[in-house]
């Protein structure tokens, strides 16, 4: 059935060549945690959580790894971002998606926790790897979720 299962999810995905690292305050956080957060703060609230998995007897177990989270980006380091200079890595931001090439993908509803290991089985190339859950406030009522698959 066309638009349906794996293959539509494949679809939505797209290579992104990150040029400049995005640098985190290391924070403990779920997805419900930053969506929570998020709706206190304001626009441009940024966060992340890196996840671990592997697949042991045939079942994907998916693990929390760490997480971070920042207010947002001034003019100037948005600036910085978009034209593909390296922004300073301030004072406490120990936690970072690093420069390089991600297979990305821009959920069109923001899932819970637990269904992760759907929406990310479609990416799943080998028994173990890792993957960024990303979370921005876009606007004053809407935040977007995105995977980042760290690419070779």
């Given at each position: ?54 697949i042991q007897d045939e079942k994907l177990v998916i693990s929390r790894e760490t997480s971070g989270e920042r207010s947002g980006y001034t003019e100037e380091e948005k ?74």
């Amino acid at each position: 059935m066309r638009g349906s299962g794996p293959s539509s999810v494949m679809q939505r995905a797209v290579r992104l060549s990150l040029i400049t690292p995005l640098y985190y305050y290391p924070s403990e956080l779920t997805i419900e945690k930053a969506l929570k957060k998020a709706d206190k703060e304001g626009i441009g609230y940024d966060a992340v959580i890196k996840y671990s998995f592997t697949i042991q007897d045939e079942k994907l177990v998916i693990s929390r790894e760490t997480s971070g989270e920042r207010s947002g980006y001034t003019e100037e380091e948005k600036k910085a971002i978009e034209s593909g200079e390296t922004i300073d890595r301030k004072k406490g931001e120990d936690m970072e998606i690093a420069a390089g090439q991600y297979l990305f993908e821009q959920l069109p509803f923001i899932p819970e926790e637990k269904d992760l290991s759907r929406l990310i089985l479609p990416y799943i190339k080998k028994n173990k790897g890792s993957f960024f859950v990303r979370i921005y406030k876009e606007s004053f009522l809407e935040c977007i979720m995105q995977l980042l698959f760290p690419s070779p």
